[in-house]
């Protein structure tokens, strides 16, 4: 009589196969473990046999829709994000703007004594403004041979454009509004995405970046930001195409700090200059210059974000509970007499 060997053939193949998926089951957890995860959901490895190369994993707080700053306001009341330390995740956002290949410019105006800021600013401003970014600098000077000689990180640039010397510093801030609007409207259109419009008495202390990319951008003056609106400093002459009734005004932003897409910072940039051409065929000047036609114009044409006071600081030494990191700051001066005919 043969031997039966069916029954030891039977569980010899199901203890090959239960090893089999033991392993491979083991194996393929730990791949899961080590690929990279973003939002929770599992990215597959590309096969490197195909030329691919896998992204590194982001490693970056949970988002929460229960925590956050709750001792400031982080939307207006159209929408519109406010940028505050505590707000956003470095690491992610960065992720996210990394892959566009955007281009940033930043225009800069030292004429007469201002030249003394350029220094500063420009250092400071490789250290903190849009790092690992494309950055194109334009700066508007009466003097170039003051330029500094600063050395500047890969893919970032300073384009220096020689303008008349201007007697008063009244027609110097004003005439920025008419020369950035050319700038937009020409050269700039294809050469980069956004753009900020920053004072140069001014130096970096901590991270510009990403965060505060939008296509309209107005900074929160770091002076009337916990004020009513009643006591801003807006043009109250209805004579003027600046004017704002006391009963009008959502926040009072920034001359020093604007910015965003490069069409919507041509419109802002026309609108302003087009505006005080009006006035000053009246012989009028707004309280606050181009500082006072911007507040007028993003009234009726609201920031899609709104940096905090953090973006734009009044002073170093100045201490508030609610600013947790000064970015941006004016620098310390004699303003009688940095500023000619004052």
Same mark, same amino acid.
């Given at each position: ?15 090959? +196969? ?49 925590? +956050? ?148 951008? +107005? ?18 002459? /209805? ?5 704002? /009734? /006391? ?8 001359? +020093? ?19 005080? &051409? ?54 310390? &001066? ?9």
């Amino acid at each position: 009589m043969r031997p039966n060997f069916f029954p030891l053939v039977f569980v010899g193949v199901l203890l090959i +196969g239960l090893f089999y998926l033991g392993f491979n089951s083991i194996w393929l957890s730990d791949f899961r473990c080590n690929t990279p995860q973003t939002n929770g959901i599992t990215k597959e490895k590309p096969h490197k046999d195909l030329g691919l190369h896998s992204l590194p994993g982001l490693l970056y707080k949970q988002s929460s829709v229960l925590n +956050g700053r709750a001792d400031v306001v982080c939307v207006t009341p159209w929408l519109a994000p406010i940028v505050w330390e505590g707000t956003f995740d470095p690491t992610l956002i960065d992720s996210i703007y990394k892959q566009q290949n955007i281009t940033i410019a930043t225009t800069i105006f030292a004429l007469g004594k201002y030249t003394r800021f350029l220094k500063d600013f420009l250092e400071s401003a490789e250290q903190h403004f849009f790092v690992g970014f494309q950055v194109h600098y334009y700066l508007f000077t009466d003097q170039p041979e003051a330029v500094p000689d600063i050395k500047f990180g890969e893919e970032r640039q300073l384009k220096v454009q020689t303008v008349p010397k201007m007697d008063r510093w009244q027609d110097i801030t004003m005439g920025r509004m008419e020369m950035i609007a050319k700038l937009t409207e020409s050269e700039l259109v294809n050469e980069v995405d956004y753009i900020f419009c920053l004072d140069v008495d001014t130096k970096f202390y901590a991270r510009w970046s990403v965060e505060a990319l939008g296509s309209l951008v +107005g900074v929160i003056h770091p002076w009337f930001f916990n004020y009513p609106r009643d006591q801003f400093t807006y043009e109250r002459r /209805p004579e003027s195409q600046a004017f704002i /009734p /006391p009963e009008e005004g959502d926040f009072y932003y920034a001359g +020093g700090a604007f910015g965003g897409s490069i069409q919507e910072v041509h419109k802002l940039t026309k609108t302003c200059n087009e505006q005080q &051409k009006i006035d000053a065929a009246k012989s009028i000047e707004a309280i606050w210059h181009d500082e006072s036609h911007l507040n007028k114009y993003f009234l009726y044409n609201k920031p899609t974000k709104a940096l905090s006071p953090e973006y734009l600081w009044r002073n170093i030494n100045a201490h508030s509970d609610t600013i947790k990191t000064i970015r941006f700051c004016s620098v310390e &001066k004699d303003v009688a007499e940095v500023r000619p005919n004052l």
